[in-house]
């Protein structure tokens, strides 16, 4: 029998309360296809403050050197909102990405046909927005150099700089060319070529990379534009490929389209081992009193079983379970309108298992 490694970081808040539910469902699938997981869970953020001074401890870092992916909940909170930035939980989540040389962040944003109330665009524009934004998570603007804040005669001076290499461009490229050769083979690469020459480069790297791809349809969008048609007509797109600072605006963009932050899922790809991760935070005024949202999380461990384990089957046998249990009228608080059934975390959990296990027989 196939055994996989998972390492378990649930961090703080809810973060805890929802890994444990995508954890659930990742042995349920294991049951059904017969393939065995072995969880290894960590300390990752405040929990790891507070037990060894640093929210990153080596072990944690070493253990995650070792799995076939890393399924992650999120760091953070009031308690340690006072640290210096250094010290910060997150930091964890940005050293993990660093070490693990995580250069690509895949962020869907598709919207459940029963929640489409909860989008704040209207019913015509929005209805069937099924899009998926990758964004470069390693270079660019927030790790240029030079970089930082000057004196200069008469007053300050702030530098960032924008710097992507011709390889740092061409492997998101080419990643994103395979992730949209899986879905409906249409890629939308974004820049400001019109503006910045690190976005000339870009744009010509991906027609480059585009010339090993004939079957995937490429176009290319300023940002700006981009920002308008993402609102005017979602349903235009289907991959979009992007630099960091373009992808952080854009993916939260599209994140308001699918409605709350509880549904969203994430993966960061690149080197061996994969992190999976909800988009939401620890969401502290909820925290541990089982409201919170499972669905992003468990949508996560499906992101993992189709990108890590090439489980795609599965992924899809997930992602069904979750559409009919809301079909069925369960929801959290964050998604709950009338008429439909109130449940929480853990309940939520437990329907998604529950169906899941009766696709399996
Ligand atoms: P948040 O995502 O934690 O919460 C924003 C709002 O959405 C809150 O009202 C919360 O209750 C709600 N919400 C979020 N996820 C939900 C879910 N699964 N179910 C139901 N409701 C949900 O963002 P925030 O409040 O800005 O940040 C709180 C903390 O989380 C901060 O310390 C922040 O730094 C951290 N954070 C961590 C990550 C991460 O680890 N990747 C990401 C974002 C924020």
């Given at each position: 029998?196939?055994?996989?490694?998972?390492?378990?970081?649930?961090?703080?808040?809810?973060?805890?309360?929802?890994?444990?539910?995508?954890?659930?469902?990742?042995?349920?699938?294991?049951?059904?296809?017969?393939?065995?997981?072995?969880?290894?869970?960590?300390?990752?953020?405040?929990?790891?403050?507070?037990?060894?001074?640093?929210?990153?401890?080596?072990?944690?870092?070493?253990l995650c050197r070792t799995a076939d992916a890393i399924l992650f909940g999120a760091v953070g909170g009031p308690k340690w909102d006072d640290l210096?930035?250094?010290?910060?939980?997150?930091?964890g989540l940005l050293a993990l990405r660093k070490e693990l040389d995580l250069f690509a962040n895949l962020r869907p944003?598709?919207?459940?046909?029963?929640?489409?109330?909860?989008?704040?665009?209207?019913?015509?524009?929005v209805e069937g927005t099924d899009l998926l934004v990758i964004?470069?998570?390693?270079?660019?603007?927030?790790?240029?150099?030079?970089?930082?804040?000057?004196?200069?005669?008469?007053?300050?001076?702030?530098?960032?700089s924008m710097i992507y290499t011709t390889p740092e461009i061409e492997r998101v490229a080419r990643l994103a060319f395979e992730v949209a050769r899986k879905r409906r083979r249409k890629l939308t690469s974004v820049d400001k070529a019109n503006v910045l020459a690190v976005s000339t480069l870009w744009r010509q790297v991906v027609m480059e990379v585009s010339q090993d791809y004939p079957d995937v349809t490429l176009e290319h969008m300023l940002v700006d534009n981009c920002a308008m048609q993402l609102i005017l007509n979602p349903l235009q797109f289907d991959t979009l490929v992007t630099e960091n600072t373009f992808g952080d605006i854009l993916s939260d963009e599209a994140a308001v389209l699918a409605g709350s932050m509880g549904m969203l899922p994430s993966a960061s790809l690149g080197g061996k081992t994969a992190l999976y991760e909800p988009v939401h935070g620890t969401a502290?005024?909820?925290?541990?009193?089982?409201?919170?949202?499972?669905?992003?999380?468990?949508?996560?461990?499906a992101m993992l079983?189709?990108?890590?384990?090439?489980?795609?089957?599965?992924?899809?046998?997930?992602?069904?379970?979750?559409l009919r249990v809301l079909e069925k009228g369960y929801r959290t608080k964050d998604i709950h309108s009338e008429g439909t059934t109130l449940v929480g975390c853990r309940r939520m959990g437990e329907l998604i298992v529950r169906d899941l296990e009766t696709l399996y027989t």
């Open positions: 029998m196939t055994n996989y490694k998972i390492v378990v970081l649930p961090g703080d808040g809810i973060g805890q309360e929802v890994t444990t539910e995508a954890v659930k469902v990742l042995r349920a699938v294991g049951q059904g296809v017969g393939v065995g997981f072995e969880f290894e869970e960590a300390l990752c953020g405040g929990a790891a403050i507070d037990a060894h001074g640093t929210p990153i401890p080596g072990a944690t870092l070493d210096p930035p250094e010290q910060r939980p997150e930091r944003a598709k919207l459940f046909p029963m929640l489409v109330d909860a989008s704040p665009l209207k019913r015509s524009v964004r470069e998570l390693t270079g660019g603007l927030y790790f240029g150099e030079p970089r930082g804040i000057e004196k200069i005669q008469g007053g300050m001076r702030g530098i960032n502290p005024d909820i925290a541990g009193r089982d409201l919170a949202n499972p669905i992003a999380a468990i949508l996560s461990a079983l189709r990108y890590s384990l090439d489980l795609p089957a599965e992924a899809e046998r997930v992602e069904t379970a979750v």
